[in-house]
């Protein structure tokens, strides 16, 4: 988010037409939940779509890329390396640590799809689990940004949006947004 | 969880094959995020299968149902109804009240799939907006229970489970569990 290091989203593994939501969620939650980036495999086009169209809707900055070379992205990363997984250390025992070093430079957070390869155990600084349980890439990465920046992304402001949700107790509104002044 | 209100999760709308992915993962982070019980459509057979699988290996308890009245169960509810949707409320902002309305009688939580009819944004005691940003109704729905438990779910211990999982810094170690003496 603005005014601090980076957070970018890689996800490894893509199975098209199988994982296309999953990868399009992953990416949308990265979005929405305040992630710079996020970083798809070189198949994964139409969920990259998806996900720009809905930047482009409800504005950015978020940028979302292709990538064929996401183990190099991980092995040369200039920052902070964090896997997701069941097999990791707590979340509530690193969070700490991790938003400390975020606080120092770019983060780079790896989520899983198919079987992840030992080398990206490796190559992370943590190894890190939102509980010890088998549950859902997406739900996992959700709770870790939120922890990570504190609950801050909640109340981020979007640029460059066409239309806005006015939150409201019953029913819907959304709002065209019109042009700065 | 042990010795609080319970926190059902139902899911509304499934279409089988398309969303079965989805389905489960709501489940599974319904169950690794502390609540009792998911209510699922009754043609998801395939997401209860693979989420009791889930739990007769990883513990429990956790339920596990299918219901083809889930308007009649969201009308009919002894307790609160939070229905996480994207026009809502923000949840930082109802998050303390849902809370103390928790600590005193069962929270059901409704999760959409497809488009949800008006009556249940009716039927909410709240609309909740985990972010006003289209992105996962499984990163909605964990970031909500990790809020609403206070990261209390984490520590969640489990029982009748045939194995677990140990948090190691790097690499995988699963363990059985024996029974108990």
Chains 1, 2 share one sequence.
Do not use: C
């Not at 990868?23 to 979005?31: E, K, Q």
């Not at 930047?55 to 964090?82: C, M």
């Not at 190559?123 to 709770?143: F, I, K, R, Y």
């Amino acid at each position: 988010m603005h005014d601090e290091p980076s957070v970018t989203v890689v996800r490894l593994g893509h199975r098209p037409g199988r994982d296309e939501r999953m990868t399009t969620h992953v990416g949308l939650t990265a979005r929405a939940l305040g992630a710079d980036r996020v970083v798809l495999p070189d198949n994964a086009g139409q969920s990259q779509e998806t996900i720009r169209d809905i930047t482009d809707r409800f504005g950015g900055p978020f940028e979302v890329e292709l990538s064929g070379s996401q183990k190099a992205l991980i092995r040369n990363w200039e920052g902070t390396v964090v896997h997701l997984t069941m097999y990791g250390e707590r979340v509530q025992d690193v969070e700490t640590e991790i938003r400390d070093a975020h606080a120092d430079e770019p983060l780079l957070v790896v989520v899983g799809a198919e079987k992840v390869s030992f080398d990206v155990y490796e190559a992370a600084d943590w190894n890190v689990g939102v509980t010890n349980q088998p549950h859902s890439e997406v739900a996992g990465l959700a709770v870790f940004l939120d922890r990570l920046f504190d609950g801050r992304e909640l109340d981020r402001e979007w640029e460059d949006a066409q239309q806005r949700v006015i939150p409201k107790e019953t029913g819907k509104q959304v709002e065209p947004v019109g042009e700065k002044e």
